[in-house]
């Protein structure tokens, strides 16, 4: 509104209240909260999905208000009386102070314990019937049985460790034989003469004679070319783990012609003993072979078939150096 005074023109302008409100920031604040209030909402319906029983026991005891013990109910008149908390929760549990009843020895029991003493039977109680030398007795025995078992556990633990070491050992040498056997053109026609097994003593390879290719001529304690290439390879796969090896020389029962005294006896043996000095030309050190024997006819491959050339064979053991495990053993 314009008004003209004395010359002089005014303008005059005028607010008008009442609609200011519709434009302020208010709402904003209150929407605000509004979405932080949900967001709290659905991280809390997270939670619930994502913590397990045990955890959601936990919170609940965290929150769960405290009660506080007044000075005149804490104590009963004895040691230790009063109130603990327990489980669940803050609920409380009433517990009376322990008694403990010490036997008061009388006089001519102090003289008979000063002559133990003095006779040097101070360790022996008086009092068979003493209740704490007796529970102190009970929780000694019971400790040490304790500790036995573990100690028993423990051990059988690493003896079981040290079986299936073992064995997976055992297992790559026959695989690094067999593959070999399979590899090399020179051995493949002497893979029906190896034999691999396991047995208590250990893995044992055997080298057995067919009807067309013998480790020995008939009699003879030469190695033929054959069975010298096949303990070469014997030898690098053996050398490689650090068992003990036993060799045994093995015949068929076939009656020894030669003159004299030579038998079956003898011939075993020297086989063996040629199959001692072939493994160490291969490489093997003279420290690993611990036993060499013959055996003679006594233990036959083919048991009902005594003359049976594959009752002829040189056997060679890796000694085990732990205890076999129980149902792994295969046989023969």
């Not at 010359?7 to 709402?27: F, P, S, Y």
């Amino acid at each position: 509104m314009a008004k003209q005074q004395n010359g002089t023109i005014v303008i005059k302008k005028i607010k008008k209240g009442g609609h200011g409100g519709h434009h302020g920031g208010a709402w904003k604040v209150a929407y605000a909260d509004f979405v932080t209030a949900m967001m709290a909402f659905f991280l809390l319906l997270w939670l619930l999905n994502v913590t397990t029983d045990v955890q959601k026991r936990g919170i609940a005891d965290y929150f769960e208000p405290t009660l506080s013990v007044r000075s005149e109910t804490s104590g009963s008149g004895g040691i230790l009386g009063g109130q603990s908390l327990g489980q669940p929760g803050a609920l409380t549990q009433h517990i009376s102070a322990p008694s403990i009843t010490v036997p008061i020895p009388t006089g001519r029991q102090l003289q008979e314990g000063d002559e133990g003493e003095e006779d040097g039977d101070s360790h022996k109680s008086k009092n068979p019937g003493d209740p704490l030398r007796g529970e102190q007795k009970t929780d000694a025995g019971t400790a040490e049985a304790k500790l036995d078992k573990l100690d028993q556990a423990s051990l059988q633990l690493a003896a079981a460790a040290a079986a299936e070491k073992e064995n997976r050992q055992f297992a790559a040498a026959e695989f690094q034989l067999r593959q070999a056997i399979q590899d090399v053109p020179d051995f493949k026609e002497l893979a029906e003469n190896l034999m691999i097994d396991r047995t208590p003593e250990g893995l044992r390879i055997q080298l057995v004679d067919q009807e067309k290719l013998s480790m020995f001529p008939l009699g003879s304690s030469e190695m033929a070319d054959s069975a010298k290439k096949l303990m070469g390879l014997v030898a690098q796969v053996v050398q490689k783990l650090p068992n003990k090896i036993s060799i045994a020389g093995h015949t068929d029962a076939t009656p020894f012609a030669r003159a004299g005294n030579y038998g079956n006896w003898e011939l075993s043996t020297d086989r063996a003993n040629a199959s001692r000095r072939a493994l160490l030309s291969a490489g093997l050190p003279e420290g690993r072979i611990t036993k060499v024997v013959g055996t003679a006819d006594r233990d036959p491959l083919v048991p009902d078939q005594p003359t049976s050339p594959r009752n002829r064979r040189i056997s060679i053991v890796l000694l085990r150096e732990a205890p076999p495990e129980p149902g792994k053993l295969a046989q023969r």
